[in-house]
């Protein structure tokens, strides 16, 4: 879509990718390619915070959400420039150190957006040494889903403890993420029959 599109969804226009995503989930619907009981979303990183955004804001489109790794203390993070990356972020989201970013940031950070309301069902991973996203802010985020949330729905909080940013080394490592993902979105979906697995 272009150097526009891309230069429409950072800094103070920033919330245009979460009403993006939630107009393509939308337009799924309305077009009757999928129901908000079959939808599911999936994002790592940043990507993970479009997930705690979009669920923050309308959460009634989704089944099931997977957050990896998700950025989601937006605030905490863009603050300490002694995290590796952060500096280097300023120039796409923008310095919280100056007051018009600073509250914007807060509008949308996921953290600082969970409501009291009905939430899908979520996954959230994170990683015991990622340089990147530290575990904290998924788990500070499930702990105030946990708090908050007013359905009985699944929220699962996964921290792979021999793991960074990225997946557990090794092939077969990676595969079974990949499996307890899908076993995730599966059960959400109600493809699989009750087992006695503690978390299902």
Same mark, same amino acid.
């Given at each position: 879509m272009g150097r526009k599109w891309y230069e429409d969804g950072k800094l103070l226009k920033k919330k245009n990718t979460f009403t993006d995503f939630i107009a393509c989930a939308e337009h799924l619907i309305k077009n009757k390619y999928c /129901? /908000?009981?079959k939808l599911c979303i999936h994002g790592r990183n940043? @990507? @993970? !915070? !479009?997930? @705690?955004?979009?669920l923050n804001m309308r959460p009634d489109l989704f089944k099931a959400a997977v957050a990896g790794v998700p950025f989601v203390d937006v605030l905490t993070?863009?603050?300490d420039p002694t995290?590796?990356?952060?500096?280097?972020?300023?120039?796409?989201? @923008?310095d919280p150190r100056k007051e018009e970013y600073y509250y914007y940031m807060k509008s949308y950070s996921p953290l600082d957006n969970v409501k009291t309301q009905q939430y899908p069902h979520i996954l959230v991973t994170a990683g015991l040494n990622d340089p990147r996203v530290m575990y904290s802010e998924p788990a500070k985020f499930v702990a105030k889903l946990r708090e908050l949330k007013t359905d009985n729905n699944l929220l699962l909080?996964?921290?792979e403890l021999r793991a960074g940013h990225f997946s557990k080394s090794g092939r077969f490592e990676r595969l079974r993420e990949d499996?307890?993902?899908? /076993?995730?979105i599966l059960k959400a979906l109600g493809m699989i029959p009750a087992t006695n697995v503690s978390w299902l």
């Open positions: /129901s /908000s009981e940043a @990507g @993970g !915070l !479009l997930m @705690g955004a979009v993070t863009m603050l995290i590796p990356l952060t500096t280097a972020e300023w120039e796409e989201w @923008g909080f996964k921290c499996a307890f993902t899908y /076993s995730f």
